[in-house]
């Protein structure tokens, strides 16, 4: 089967240029969050979307955008981009099951990350 | 923020067991342990996750003190492909669920 699918790989943008990175969830996940790796850090929340509403958002500008579509892949758009915004930007899914309690669903909780998409800013 | 915090990084020799601490003081009672592990340029690997009983897989074991305020992930016979990031994550609660913040982790060197 295949995993969580990112694409690019790998980006080179100028500052104060667009991007879209994409995400294609595990087969059945209906939810996808986004991450931002800076080198010699841990990952850093920036969204989460269920069912294609957005369930989360971590504590990033309004630059940061996401969407997610009926097949539950998702985008990332980053605008106005920065040189501070060079990082490895991560998408992971995962299998939230809305009948279960609520407390099952938000606590268990397994995610699966794709392998990312290094994003250059010059 | 993490709700956890663990060492910055560890030594084991091949073939020995490799035990990771991580201290979740402020875990409440319905809320799991998560272990994550990064090797390099990879996307973070869920390992395993428990509530109050140990848990084990294929990966790894999980031990959870009684008061759950603290847990070990043991590597039963580390080897060099073990040399990793590894994440111990307690959810974070927000207006739509529970969030997974990674901390900075334990960078554990597996030597020969």
């Known amino acids: 089967d295949a995993g969580v699918t990112q694409s690019p790989t790998h980006l080179i943008k100028t500052r104060g240029q667009q991007v879209t990175l994409r995400c294609s969830p595990i087969s059945g996940h209906k939810s996808v969050s986004w991450y931002q790796q800076v080198l010699g850090q841990g990952p850093q929340f920036i969204f989460q979307y269920y069912e294609k509403e957005e369930r989360g958002r971590g504590n990033f500008p309004d630059r940061f955008s996401a969407r997610q579509f009926p097949n539950y892949s998702s985008e990332l758009n980053v605008n106005a981009l920065l040189l501070g915004d060079s990082a490895l930007y991560l998408c992971a899914s995962s299998f939230l099951d809305r009948t279960e309690a609520p407390w099952q669903e938000r606590n268990n909780e397994k995610l699966f990350f794709g392998s990312g998409t290094q994003l250059s800013v010059l | 923020d993490a709700k956890t915090t663990q060492p910055t990084s560890m030594d084991c020799a091949e073939g020995r067991a490799a035990n990771l601490p991580c201290n979740h003081s402020?875990?409440?009672?319905?809320?799991?342990v998560y272990w994550y592990r990064q090797i390099h340029s990879q996307g973070p690997q869920y390992i395993i996750h428990g509530l109050k009983n140990n848990e084990t897989n294929e990966m790894a074991s999980l031990i959870i003190t009684e008061d759950r305020k603290s847990s070990t992930l043991i590597l039963p016979h580390a080897t060099l492909r073990d040399t990793a990031v590894y994440y111990c994550i307690v959810r974070v609660p927000h207006t739509g669920g529970f969030k997974t913040i990674f901390g900075a982790g334990t960078r554990l060197f597996v030597k020969a």
């Open positions: 402020t875990i409440s009672g319905n809320e799991y």
